[in-house]
């Protein structure tokens, strides 16, 4: 395909005559259609990310305008840092969900917001050094099997989330029969339309709770009158963060599972595109470390690279940067709108209860299928103990308390996946009896 120059001034050049991408062909980070259908394209990633970009602040409670704000604003420093090579939406991590919730219970936002900081500068410094010596280290730290297993037991250990709100009363439990319309909701509009209208089912199911819940008169009636109230223009609220062990070591261990997204992102985006992306490894690191950095130390939900975004590139077959950074400054002005917010506060807990049933059981699942796609194999027993254990420590929430220092589920299954995969293959390597396809018949149970 043929490329038009733009003005010298303008880091992508003209695809084509900007009009259509003709079959086979793609539209490269380095390029962009007309500004028009750029507009278009990056007003398609707000949409994408939206619905899980919201859900995660709903949650843990966190200002969703606030949120919406540094996830625009991540999404350009990732830009700037990856040197427009990378596209990519940074988006609320559903990873930092139960950390959080667990830093605020013993220490409130500030607290929780604190752990956030930390685990950003940890995964920039990984960036760096990623940069500086490659990547092949992450791969043999985590390979596929311990990605799944971590990824596996984060949504396992959700679940009560979805039920009673981890304890407060709310979701499912609060309101059933909304929860379950809504979760209905959701699984017929992921069958019932085509295309991009299926990639926003989660959407679409909260919208038909919300609307449920307005008819039945289920709303808060103290966030129905903020809403009013709420401004048409302003700054979102900000909060500062608090810094302490506990709650640090509560979050830390989410920078394992922002490793494998990014990690994973990069080798998607590489694959569709057919550039070889891996010297920007080390920058996708960084980018999002310093963007979650950000969004901690004013009060917004850690980033991390969106495959509701890759859907609507694969779509689209536009991969172009400039289409981000329309996404990202659409975002930011979003984010300074408090009615905007406010409207989002008065979601109700059985459609948050509803729609969290699917996400989680989606992050859950979508560690079996990093297994699958990279074939683990489970007749190899270090493989099996080591996803069998990891995934019932964080399922069962294991909590062990050190004085002042509490470690949740997610920490001990994040510790216990690493720990018996090396420890195990270690001593495999030693012994000489390195494990390999069991060819004995399965246990009767």
């Given at each position: 395909m043929t490329q038009s120059p733009t003005s010298r001034w303008s880091p992508w050049t003209l695809h084509g005559d900007g009009?259509?991408?003709?079959?086979?062909?793609?539209?490269?980070?380095?390029?962009?259609?007309?500004?028009?259908?750029?507009?278009?394209?990056?007003?398609?990633?707000?949409?994408?990310?939206?619905?899980?970009?919201?859900?995660?602040?709903?949650?843990?409670?966190?200002?969703?305008?606030t949120t919406l704000f540094f996830s625009g604003l991540g999404t350009l420093l990732f830009l700037l840092i990856t040197r427009n090579r990378l596209p990519s939406y940074l988006g609320s991590s559903f990873a930092f969900i139960a950390p959080v919730l667990a830093a605020k219970t013993d220490g409130g936002i500030g607290a929780a917001l604190g752990g956030i900081v930390v685990a950003g500068v940890a995964l920039a410094l990984v960036g760096v050094v990623v940069q500086l010596a490659g990547a092949r280290w992450i791969d043999a730290l985590m390979p596929p099997v311990v990605t799944g297993a971590i990824v596996a037991l984060i949504g396992l250990n959700l679940a009560p989330v979805a039920w009673d709100g981890g304890g407060s009363g709310t979701g499912v439990k609060a309101q059933p029969l909304i929860a379950v319309i809504t979760l209905v909701a959701i699984l017929v509009t992921t069958v019932l339309f085509r295309g991009f209208l299926a990639r926003l089912s989660i959407l679409l199911g909260v919208v038909v709770g919300w609307v449920l819940a307005a008819l039945l008169g289920r709303l808060d009636p103290a966030a129905v009158t903020t809403l009013k109230e709420a401004a048409w223009v302003g700054l979102p609220q900000f909060h500062a963060p608090t810094f302490g062990l506990r709650a640090v070591v509560l979050v830390i261990p989410v920078i394992l599972v922002l490793i494998a997204e990014n990690a994973g992102h990069v080798k998607a985006v590489a694959a569709m595109t057919g550039r070889n992306l891996n010297r920007d490894m080390g920058r996708a690191f960084l980018g999002d470390g310093v963007a979650t950095v950000l969004a901690g130390a004013g009060g917004g939900s850690g980033n991390t690279t969106y495959a509701e975004n890759i859907g609507v590139m694969a779509a689209t077959r536009v991969y172009?940067?400039?289409?981000?950074?329309?996404?990202?400054?659409?975002?930011?002005?979003?984010?300074?709108?408090?009615?905007?917010?406010?409207?989002?506060?008065?979601?109700?807990?059985?459609?948050?209860?509803?729609?969290?049933?699917?996400?989680?059981?989606?992050?859950?699942?979508?560690?079996?299928?990093?297994?699958?796609?990279?074939?683990?194999?489970?007749?190899?027993?270090v493989n099996l103990m080591t996803a069998a254990v990891a995934v019932i420590v964080g399922a069962a929430n294991y909590t062990l308390t050190a004085g002042d220092l509490s470690f949740n589920g997610i920490a001990l299954g994040t510790a216990a996946a690493l720990v018996i995969y090396h420890g195990m293959r270690l001593i495999a390597h030693l012994r000489g009896t390195t494990p390999g396809p069991n060819p004995g018949p399965e246990p009767e149970l």
């Open positions: 009009r259509a991408v003709t079959p086979g062909d793609v539209v490269h980070p380095d390029e962009r259609l007309s500004w028009p259908r750029t507009v278009g394209v990056g007003v398609q990633h707000v949409v994408a990310m939206f619905g899980a970009t919201f859900t995660v602040p709903l949650i843990t409670g966190f200002p969703p305008a172009s940067t400039a289409a981000y950074w329309v996404a990202g400054f659409a975002a930011v002005l979003l984010g300074l709108c408090p009615k905007f917010g406010a409207l989002i506060l008065t979601v109700p807990a059985g459609v948050l209860g509803g729609a969290t049933t699917a996400l989680y059981g989606l992050i859950a699942v979508l560690g079996a299928r990093i297994w699958i796609e990279n074939r683990v194999d489970f007749h190899d027993p």
